[in-house]
Each structure stands twice: as structure tokens, then as C-alpha cells.
């Protein structure tokens, strides 16, 4: 059974940090585009950051270049999400994903396995 489990979401103040987590199982994700999406109550899904397989390739949405930096650890078959000074606005639920392709994807319907997410919140 391939699964994606997101860890280290939490409770943080703004200008905080945290580290989302993203191990894989079933399957390696190596050759995989891997992304993270968020979706915060009552809105859709969004995309937040995206790499190539590589590693050398990423992508961002506007409102967390420079705050958010994605890695990889393709050996541990790992996915991760450093966030920092952390904004009320960046309150939502954090999925981690992977594509089956090589290069980042910003399209949501592009990703073929999804994680059951992790609770992010940030206080004010």
C-alpha cells in the first residue's frame, strides 16, 4: 500500500517556524516530482511549492518566496517543507504530494498520490 504521511505540522506564533515532513511507504518516489499544497477552511486546495526530481528545480507560489524552501532527500524517499516567519494567512492544512514526472508541477490534478495532511496554525 503506497501512503505519504505529513508530520510536524502544529500551533506556532507569526514569525515562528516550522518544518513539514513528508515520508513515503509502498513505493519510492525518487523518480517523482513532489509538491505541497494547502487548503485553509472554506477554500480550495492551492499549491504552495514544488521540485524536480533532482532537486534542482523548484517553484513557489508569490506569498511564500522567500519565507518557504522545499528539499528532498530522494535516498530516504523523503519530502520536506521548512517555513519561515510563518503569517496568520499561512493557517491550513498542509498536504504533501508526488507526480509522476520529472520536472515541478504547479497543477494540482497533476499529482498522483496525496498525503492525508497536517494541521498548520498560526496565531496572531
Known amino acids: 500500500q503506497v501512503q505519504l504521511v505529513e508530520s510536524g505540522g502544529g500551533l506556532v506564533q507569526a514569525g515562528g517556524s516550522l518544518r513539514l515532513s513528508c515520508a513515503a511507504s509502498?513505493?519510492?518516489?525518487?523518480?517523482?516530482?513532489r509538491g505541497w499544497f494547502r487548503q485553509a477552511p472554506g477554500k480550495e486546495r492551492d499549491f504552495v511549492a514544488a521540485?524536480?526530481?533532482?532537486?534542482?528545480?523548484?517553484r513557489y507560489t508569490d506569498s511564500v518566496k522567500g519565507r518557504f524552501t522545499i528539499s528532498r532527500d530522494n535516498a530516504k524517499n523523503t519530502v520536506a517543507l521548512q517555513m519561515n516567519s510563518l503569517k496568520p494567512e499561512d493557517t491550513a492544512v498542509y498536504y504533501c504530494?508526488?507526480?509522476?514526472?520529472?520536472?515541478?508541477?504547479?497543477?494540482?490534478?497533476?499529482?498522483?498520490?496525496w498525503g492525508q495532511g497536517t494541521q498548520v496554525t498560526v496565531s496572531s
Open positions: 504530494a508526488a507526480a509522476s514526472r520529472r520536472f515541478f508541477t504547479m497543477t494540482i490534478t497533476e499529482y498522483d498520490y
Open positions: 521540485i524536480s526530481v533532482s532537486g534542482g528545480g523548484t
Open positions: 509502498g513505493r519510492t518516489f525518487s523518480s517523482y516530482a
